[in-house]
């Protein structure tokens, strides 16, 4: 690794002068080179103390023993360039820019990977990261400065999500979008998109707020958009279509969301534009469609079926494993009720003034909490109840257990009926993202924020902190390593701060151990042997309690 330098003549009689940070590396049996930094705006004196440093790369002890020479632990290094490379390698660190504002989105973004939180703990992060060294921010900033810039970056949404897919997706558009929606519950009441509706996350009482997320083939998110918490699945479809068509410019595009997600209205929305669908129907549609003859029930087995119907292709399948899951559900439901029915038996028993109805409402209470009354009844015989199964009924019930259908406008010639029912089955891609972003590793709860800008600018942050999260597990998943460990490992390179008396100073990064090599190598990211280092302001507003109660 070294410096270069190259000056060139102007028309204007000036001369000009590129400085890089350069390092030389092997491909086959040629060698090459690639920049590792642009030192070009970096004072002389900076300049000075990184090639003192290189010059004793090899020889650090040397180095700390010339009495001008100053060694003090330096920020953690390992993790933030990891993260930072990956997002370049992404087109999100070019999407977003290199002046003020887009440095400090980025920042948000690679804070959600590596901790997440609130705006606040995001700046207290940049104290222990090396975060102002590796992005280049040499501008202070605070809480009150990321908060702003969730602003910008929700007003820039649609292009900076335009600039990222064009990155990623340059070669080829995709033909084919997953959509799906979730909820996300506010601890508050004040956030603009809050709202009561269909609860995802099982917390009653609670507003919360509509996410949508559009993903590509490959199960990798394109654009987000927040709505109010009462906003119905169907509703939110629109805007996709009309951003696969315009913002991002594709044809012959094929939408595949749930069953909930594509009903009639939508059908006729994705015709006017050309565009085809894959969704599946509901339990009683398949009943309907088997009372008018357009299928059997022997059509349902393990391996997929195909029939055609009115210009509707229909996919049929069931699953063995789903039907056994909902078999043993009513068999756990069951034996729930028995021992209800058997502990109040032996109540009675022993209590000959208790009376038999309340015993008998109880247990008719529970049938119908378990949603069981169709096919289980109770009754009394004498001073004791007795349980009666229905078995038609309950043989009506289990009719469709594990049975589904899919169905598609797209001709055969376009998609065959396996490549049909796998493109479904991919919408698991977006039901994972939702685990990661919500309930796992990136947690875009709790919201911290209320306004509309501030909740479309959180969100974003979040889907972009996936796409990097996704590239790290993809690279890491051979090493038997999660992400979580992954960059926890990373965060123990630090590197040490190197001060020249009268001059600059730089971060030396020292050798890795031969875990964060591991990590490294499967990602193909190289470690610089030292940056450039500036004192950047970093600051809090809110300061932590200076009183605390006594214990």
Same mark, same amino acid.
């Given at each position: 690794?070294?410096?270069?330098?190259?000056?060139?003549?102007?028309?204007?009689?000036? *001369?000009?002068?590129?400085?890089?940070?350069?390092?030389?590396?092997?491909?086959?049996?040629?060698?090459?080179? +690639?920049?590792?930094?642009?030192?070009?705006?970096?004072?002389?004196?900076?300049?000075?103390?990184?090639?003192?440093? !290189?010059?004793?790369?090899?020889?650090?002890?040397?180095?700390?023993?010339?009495?001008?020479?100053?060694?003090?632990?330096?920020?953690?290094?390992?993790?933030?360039?990891? &993260?930072?490379?990956?997002?370049?390698?992404?087109?999100?660190?070019?999407?977003?820019?290199?002046?003020?504002?887009?440095?400090?989105?980025?920042?948000?973004?690679?804070?959600?990977?590596?901790?997440?939180?609130?705006?606040?703990?995001? &700046?207290?992060?940049?104290?222990?990261?090396?975060?102002?060294?590796? !992005?280049?921010?040499?501008?202070?900033?605070?809480e009150n400065d990321l908060y702003a810039n969730l602003t910008w970056l929700s007003r820039h949404q649609a292009i900076l999500e335009q600039r990222v897919f064009a990155t990623r997706r340059a070669a080829q558009a995709p033909q084919l979008f997953l959509y799906d929606v979730t909820s996300s519950y506010l601890e508050g009441t004040h956030n603009?998109?809050?709202?009561?509706?269909?609860?995802?996350?099982?917390?009653?009482?609670?507003?919360?707020?509509?996410?949508?997320?559009?993903?590509?083939?490959?199960?990798?998110? *394109?654009?987000?958009?927040?709505?109010?918490?009462?906003?119905?699945?169907?509703?939110?479809?629109?805007?996709?279509?009309?951003?696969?068509?315009?913002?991002?410019?594709?044809?012959?595009?094929?939408?595949?969301?749930?069953?909930?997600?594509?009903?009639?209205?939508?059908?006729?929305?994705?015709?006017?534009?050309?565009?085809?669908?894959?969704?599946?129907?509901?339990?009683?549609?398949?009943?309907?469609?088997?009372?008018?003859?357009?299928?059997?029930?022997? !059509?349902?087995?393990?391996?997929?079926?195909?029939?055609?119907?009115?210009?509707?292709?229909?996919?049929?399948?069931?699953?063995?494993?789903?039907?056994?899951?909902?078999?043993?559900?009513?068999?756990?439901?069951?034996?729930?009720?028995?021992?209800?029915?058997?502990? +109040?038996?032996?109540?009675?028993?022993?209590?000959?003034?208790?009376?038999?109805?309340?015993?008998?409402?109880?247990?008719?209470?529970?049938?119908?909490?378990?949603?069981?009354?169709?096919?289980?009844?109770?009754? &009394?015989?004498?001073?004791?109840?007795?349980?009666?199964?229905?078995?038609?009924?309950?043989?009506? &019930?289990?009719?469709?257990?594990?049975?589904?259908?899919?169905?598609?406008?797209?001709?055969?010639?376009?998609?065959?009926?396996?490549?049909?029912?796998?493109?479904?089955?991919?919408?698991?891609?977006?039901?994972?993202?939702?685990?990661?972003?919500?309930?796992?590793?990136?947690?875009?709860?709790?919201?911290? *924020?209320?306004?509309?800008?501030?909740?479309?600018?959180?969100?974003?942050?979040?889907?972009?902190?996936?796409?990097?999260?996704?590239? !790290?597990? +993809?690279?890491?998943?051979?090493?038997?390593?999660?992400?979580?460990?992954?960059?926890?490992?990373?965060?123990?390179?630090?590197?040490?701060?190197?001060?020249?008396?009268?001059?600059?100073?730089?971060?030396?990064?020292?050798?890795?151990?031969?875990?964060?090599?591991?990590?490294?190598?499967?990602?193909?990211?190289?470690?610089?042997?030292?940056?450039?280092?500036?004192?950047?302001?970093?600051?809090?507003?809110?300061?932590?309690?200076?009183?605390?109660?006594?214990?």
């Open positions: 690794m070294h410096i270069a330098r190259a000056r060139w003549p102007s028309s204007n009689g000036k *001369v000009y002068e590129s400085i890089y940070l350069r390092e030389s590396y092997r491909e086959g049996d040629r060698v090459r080179k +690639r920049n590792i930094a642009n030192l070009t705006h970096c004072d002389p004196q900076e300049l000075a103390a990184i090639e003192l440093a !290189l010059t004793h790369k090899g020889n650090l002890a040397a180095l700390g023993s010339l009495e001008q020479i100053h060694l003090r632990q330096g920020l953690s290094v390992g993790a933030v360039w990891t &993260v930072h490379a990956t997002a370049r390698r992404l087109g999100i660190a070019q999407a977003l820019g290199h002046d003020f504002a887009g440095q400090l989105a980025l920042w948000q973004v690679l804070a959600r990977v590596l901790e997440q939180g609130s705006r606040l703990s995001a &700046v207290r992060l940049a104290h222990v990261h090396a975060a102002c060294d590796v !992005l280049g921010i040499r501008r202070g900033f605070d603009a998109f809050g709202a009561y509706g269909y609860n995802r996350d099982g917390k009653k009482h609670k507003m919360q707020i509509v996410i949508g997320l559009l993903c590509d083939e490959h199960g990798e998110p *394109v654009s987000t958009e927040v709505f109010r918490g009462n906003t119905r699945d169907a509703a939110t479809f629109g805007a996709q279509v009309q951003k696969a068509s315009q913002r991002f410019g594709c044809a012959r595009v094929t939408f595949v969301g749930d069953r909930g997600m594509i009903k009639s209205g939508q059908v006729e929305e994705l015709a006017r534009v050309g565009f085809h669908y894959i969704t599946a129907i509901t339990k009683p549609q398949i009943d309907t469609l088997l009372r008018a003859g357009v299928f059997q029930l022997a !059509l349902f087995e393990t391996q997929v079926c195909e029939v055609e119907h009115d210009g509707v292709r229909y996919i049929l399948r069931r699953n063995p494993q789903r039907a056994a899951e909902l078999a043993a559900s009513r068999a756990d439901k069951q034996a729930c009720v028995e021992r209800l029915r058997a502990e +109040r038996n032996g109540y009675l028993a022993a209590h000959l003034r208790a009376q038999v109805a309340t015993a008998l409402r109880a247990v008719r209470a529970k049938i119908a909490q378990l949603q069981i009354a169709a096919w289980l009844q109770v009754e &009394v015989e004498g001073r004791a109840l007795k349980l009666l199964v229905n078995q038609a009924a309950l043989d009506e &019930v289990a009719r469709l257990d594990g049975c589904y259908v899919i169905k598609t406008d797209l001709p055969v010639s376009a998609a065959s009926t396996q490549l049909v029912h796998e493109r479904y089955k991919a919408l698991a891609e977006v039901e994972q993202a939702f685990r990661t972003c919500k309930t796992a590793h990136l947690e875009t709860r709790p919201i911290y *924020v209320r306004t509309p800008d501030h909740t479309r600018g959180h969100v974003l942050v979040v889907m972009l902190a996936y796409l990097i999260r996704r590239e !790290l597990s +993809r690279a890491w998943t051979a090493l038997d390593v999660t992400v979580e460990e992954g960059l926890t490992q990373l965060q123990t390179l630090c590197a040490t701060e190197m001060t020249v008396d009268g001059g600059g100073n730089c971060l030396r990064i020292p050798e890795p151990s031969a875990p964060v090599r591991a990590l490294l190598k499967a990602l193909n990211i190289h470690l610089p042997d030292a940056l450039p280092h500036a004192e950047t302001p970093v600051v809090t507003r809110k300061k932590l309690p200076e009183r605390r109660k006594p214990r």
